[in-house]
Every structure is written in structure tokens, then in C-alpha cells.
């Protein structure tokens, strides 16, 4: 690790320590994967509610053997330990059966954006050398029969997600139960039939438990190898660190397969023996009467998503009265989000920060703190590391660089994987010597709050003066008639580059470019506020919540 840069920064100090209570600073020790977790719960309660979808309801022992004739059924079909198993669904029962199956019997899960196009899965099948698909008989019929037949592929089996529930919500689940398909197996009919599990395929905190696919923001994804002592500790700390009650109600508002909802979820769920609410997709609506339904007492998800719900014509305080702590990832919180939602609603929505390579969170506002919003750039905090992680900010060099002076974001902890499937040339580069280097820039200050700037490739330069876009985003949140902002840098002719903006409207609001334009020029240096201002209806986004910077740029590329 390198020194400090003048000589008093010490990162290794963890100043942030101090903003810790005894709980979370305490050692943790945790069992040795959700496995372990899941045996421990079904030994204490067995029949708690591990799942509930809809009007449906799966306790603890329930779902253990029901996942242990999925991993049976796997054995069976001569899937062997350390075998990748892909798994592309939506945030059902059956997702949870498909990942504890697979891991029961000693294979690798790598989970599958079901948004993901048929090229898009090709690559994550061949890339990983799957042997076993486990997806929606939808999803199956529609494409991905023809994607894995030229892939390595050789054991398949379908859902139907309309099962483990009869509510039959159309507003999620307004689709038709296919036919039983004649070349691959059924889930729910395997998990039923009691297939013993397979003996002695136990797996340790250093097996690989998941390989997931970074979003391929720069070239084709990369596999993150997500061990399970990584998940097992970030989901320990999830349970000292919440301080929620017992057993806790989880509700799943990142999608699963995304490394925070995988790991903020479900891990930390079943980590805490708590109950885990299931809605299938995002849908303000759903979601809102999950919460009235369920009660949940945490959740966490995208800024997008707490947008879409704080907008909903029948949202009321009483959707979140339940709530002991709601925290966001995956996407920039703008702080007059914050602001408004509690003003709105009540609850204070805690900043977090993580990448599928730290396993999800290495930084996070505690309970009973407020995450502090930087004077100078109107940045709000992420919050602080966890007191096994040491976070240091550095220069091109690597060199600790002041508290309070932008660098680059790198991380050490137990959460960071050790490196990229099958890429020792990109793990090298991105885990000198076991460090995450994120390309992410920003900040601390000397009480150990963490600030992130923005993406180091996101960078605009317009005529040699460094704009970065959660700056002008973060002022164009405070407009009240804006619901969603973007900012990307486009060609200019004269500047190199210039600042446009992406923004789309609250229900019912009017704001034209020139006046949004015009907003941040009061608020923004010159060289800042942006040029050009587009109204879109919504702006595109990852399943996960975070808006696709990348597709902007391409459309304004196009539009050149």
C-alpha cells in the first residue's frame, strides 16, 4: 500500500471508525456460505416464511428441500462441482430455488440480466462455459433455445413464474402458462419431487460462488468471481450493521441477480433468518401494495426506482411507515431526492456505494448518522467504509493522494473478489496486488465520509476544463419539474466537447430546454451548464435502475 502523498494522510488509519457504533465496528464472523446460513435457519425455524410472493408463502425447511431436489436433480444429470450453472429469471421463488440447487450441489451460479438480448446471453454462456441454464419457459421459447444450442449448454431446465402464488397481478404476471416444453425440465415439478440431495459437495468461503458479468461499460462484460466468503461477509455486516428487527422483512427491490440484490437481499435475508418479499419485476404500483401488504423493514434499490415510486398517483406516507432503514445503490442520489422524499414520505433514504467487484456495499451511510453534502461541489456522501475495508483515494501514480483532493476510488477488504473469470491480464490491472482499482474519482475528507465524483471514463472535457456530470445532475434534480437528468458530453466543434443534458418530467410538470438550460447557468460555472437540453419521456436505463449514460451518447451521435 502506498504512503501518504504529504505526509498526514493515513487512509490505513480509517478514520472513519469513529463514526461507527459498537455493533458495527465489532469482528464478524460468519458462516462459511448462504448454505451453511440456510441449515442453521432451518435447524432454529423451520417453518419461519423464507419467501413470500404475491399471496404466496415458502418457510425455511420448505425451501431447503425444495432446493435440495433441484441440486439432486442436477447431480443426477451429471453436473459435476465447480460446474456453471446460469440463471435467468425474474425475482421469484424460483430464482432462490435455482441459486441454493446449484450451489447445494457444488456448482458455480452466474446469474443472467433476463433483459439481456440473445447475443448478450451467447457471450456470458460461452465466455462462462455453462452447463446448465435454468431460466423462464418464455424466455426459452421465445430465444434461448436457439442461443444454447450453439453454446456448451447440456442441461436445461424452465420456470414458470406464475407458480408459488395465485394472485396472478396482471400488471407483472399478465402472461399465459406455456405448455410444458419437450426438450428441457420443469423447476417447480423437479424441486417437487424429492430427489435426495448429492453427498459431500460442501463448498468453503474461498469456492467461487458467483460469476457476475459486469455490465460492459468498455468492451465484453467480464466475470466477477464472487467468492462466497466475499458475500458471506458483506451479508454479515448487512445483519450487525442494519440494526433491524427479529426476524427482519426484506423486501427485493433490486433485482436478484444483480450483485446488490443477490448479496443486500437475499444474502443479508437469509443471513438474518428473515423473510424476503418477492414482486417479480419493478412496478410502482406492485410495489407499493407489497409494501402495504408485507410491512417490509428494509430495502434497497436504485435513486430511479424511489423516483418512480414518490411519483405514483396513489402513493401515500402510510407505503413506508414500516420501513427501519431504506438505502440506495446501484445509481448517483441526488440529495434534493433525499430531501424531498422525506419531506414527502418520512423515511431517510441512506447512500450507499459498491461495484459487482467489492461483492456489492464497501461504503455506506450507518444508522443513526446522516451522510454529510459537500459545500464546495454539492456532492452527497456515499458514506463511510466498513472497519474491515480500507478505501484510499490516489493519483495516477497510486500515491495516497489528500484528504479533501480527487483520485481515483480503490478498495482492499474481504469483499473484494479475487479477480475476473478467466482474464489474469484484466485482473492484474484492476487488483494490483488484491486492491480494486474501481475508475471511479473522488473524494474523503478527514472525518472518513466518502465522496464519488463521477466515473473516471464519464469525464467531460470542454475546452480543457474537467465538467463532471453528477455536478450539473445533481443541480438539475433540484428543478422542480425534473424527475429523471443525465448529462453527457457530445462533440463540439469549437470546445472539443460540450455538456448536453438528458431529462425526463415529473407527472404533469412543463419545463421547456431553454428554461432548464438556463436554471443551471445560474447555478454553474460557465464552462458547466449545459449547452443543449433534450425532454425525453423516460430515460434509458439498466434493469438494475441506473440510466445508461452510453446510450445517450450514442443517440447523440446519432443526432449529430
Request: hydrophobic share 40%; glycine share 10%; charged share 25%.
Amino acid at each position: 500500500m502506498s504512503g501518504p502523498a504529504d505526509g498526514g494522510v493515513r487512509y490505513a488509519d480509517r478514520p472513519w471508525l469513529a463514526l461507527l457504533n459498537d455493533a458495527q465496528r465489532a469482528p464478524v464472523h460468519p458462516d462459511d456460505t448462504l448454505v451453511h446460513a440456510l441449515r442453521r435457519v432451518v435447524w432454529e425455524a423451520p417453518e419461519r416464511t423464507f419467501l413470500a410472493y404475491f399471496d404466496g408463502r415458502l418457510g425455511y425447511r420448505e425451501a431447503d428441500e425444495l432446493s435440495d431436489s433441484v441440486a439432486g436433480h442436477l447431480a443426477e444429470r451429471g453436473l459435476r462441482r465447480g460446474d456453471r450453472v446460469a440463471v435467468l429469471l425474474q425475482n421469484s421463488p424460483q430464482f432462490v430455488l435455482a441459486v441454493l440447487g446449484a450451489w447445494k450441489a457444488g456448482a458455480i451460479v452466474v446469474p443472467v440480466n433476463p433483459m439481456y438480448k440473445a447475443g448478450e446471453v451467447a457471450h456470458v454462456l460461452r465466455d462462462g462455459d455453462v452447463a446448465a441454464l435454468i431460466c423462464s419457459d418464455r424466455a426459452w421459447e421465445s430465444y434461448l433455445r436457439e442461443t444454447a444450442a450453439d453454446s456448451p449448454v447440456r442441461v436445461v431446465l424452465t420456470a414458470c413464474e406464475l407458480d408459488f402464488q395465485t394472485d396472478g397481478d396482471a400488471r407483472v404476471l399478465g402472461f399465459e402458462r406455456l405448455p410444458r416444453a419437450a426438450d428441457a425440465d420443469d423447476l417447480t415439478e423437479v424441486a417437487r419431487a424429492g430427489h435426495p440431495a448429492p453427498p459431500e459437495r460442501d463448498l468453503g468461503p474461498d469456492d467461487i460462488a458467483l460469476i457476475s458479468y459486469t455490465s460492459g461499460t468498455s468492451g465484453a462484460p467480464k466475470g466477477a468471481t464472487n467468492t462466497h466468503g466475499n458475500i458471506m461477509h458483506n451479508a454479515e455486516r448487512q445483519r450487525t450493521g442494519l440494526e433491524l428487527p427479529e426476524p427482519p422483512v426484506y423486501f427485493a427491490l433490486a433485482p436478484l441477480f444483480h450483485i446488490t440484490g443477490m448479496v443486500c437481499q437475499l444474502g443479508a435475508c437469509l443471513n438474518s433468518a428473515g423473510t424476503l418479499v418477492l414482486a417479480y419485476r419493478f412496478e410502482a404500483g406492485v410495489v407499493l401494495d407489497a409494501f402495504a401488504r408485507h410491512r417490509p423493514h428494509y430495502t434497497v434499490g436504485p435513486s430511479t426506482a424511489f423516483m418512480a415510486l414518490a411519483a405514483h398517483p396513489d402513493v401515500t406516507p402510510d407505503h413506508f411507515a414500516s420501513f427501519e432503514v431504506i438505502s440506495s445503490g446501484g445509481a448517483p442520489l441526488p440529495p434534493a431526492l433525499v430531501e424531498k422524499f422525506r419531506a414527502g414520505f418520512g423515511p431517510y433514504i441512506r447512500n450507499g456505494y459498491g461495484l459487482t467487484e467489492c461483492t456489492a456495499p464497501c461504503a455506506a451511510v450507518p444508522p443513526g448518522r446522516e451522510a454529510p453534502v459537500d459545500p464546495v461541489s454539492g456532492t452527497l456522501a456515499v458514506g463511510v467504509p466498513g472497519p474491515d475495508t480500507v478505501v484510499r483515494i490516489v493519483d495516477e501514480q497510486g500515491a495516497d493522494v489528500p484528504f479533501g483532493e480527487q483520485g481515483e476510488i480503490v478498495v482492499r477488504g474481504p469483499q473484494v473478489v479475487p479477480g475476473y473469470w478467466r482474464r489474469p491480464d484484466a485482473s492484474a490491472e484492476t487488483f494490483p496486488d488484491g486492491e480494486l482499482r474501481t475508475g471511479d474519482i473522488g473524494f474523503m475528507d478527514p472525518q472518513g465520509w466518502l465522496y464519488v465524483v463521477d466515473r473516471k471514463k464519464d469525464m467531460i472535457n470542454a475546452s480543457g476544463f474537467k465538467v463532471w456530470p453528477r455536478e450539473v445532475e445533481d443541480v438539475l434534480y433540484t428543478h422542480p419539474a425534473v424527475r429523471e437528468a443525465a448529462v453527457v458530453g457530445v462533440p463540439d466543434g469549437y470546445r472539443g466537447e460540450t455538456v448536453k443534458a438528458y431529462v425526463s418530467l415529473r407527472p404533469g410538470a412543463v419545463a421547456d430546454p431553454d428554461e432548464l438550460a438556463a436554471y443551471c447557468e445560474e447555478r454553474l460555472a460557465a464552462y458547466k451548464y449545459p449547452r443543449q437540453v433534450e425532454v425525453l419521456p423516460d430515460l434509458p436505463k439498466t434493469a438494475s435502475g441506473k440510466i445508461l449514460r452510453r446510450e445517450l451518447r450514442s443517440r447523440s451521435r446519432v443526432s449529430q
